[in-house]
């Protein structure tokens, strides 16, 4: 009788066991989907966006060489 009881509690603890890894799994699981999600949203945002600093870039070289073309003619 006592055999049985013990063997009786070591399955719950088992089941509670596996429901906690469970629990963890599903976690990082959902973790990870919402990295993954945040990652894809991130590279359509940065693939679509239009690169305002490029434009900015080349409107400082053509001033600046207007800059020192026109100390040239000088």
Known sequence: MNIK???LLNALKKKEEE???NTV???LAIIGAVA???GIAF???HFFA???LEDFEE???DDFD???EDEEEE
């Open 5 to 7: 009881i013990e063997d």
């Open 19 to 21: 429901k906690e890894k």
């Open 25 to 27: 799994l599903w976690v």
């Open 36 to 38: 993954a999600v945040a």
């Open 43 to 45: 590279a359509v945002y």
């Open 50 to 52: 239009p690169d305002y």
């Open 59 to 61: 409107d400082f070289d």
């Open 66 to 68: 207007d800059y020192f």
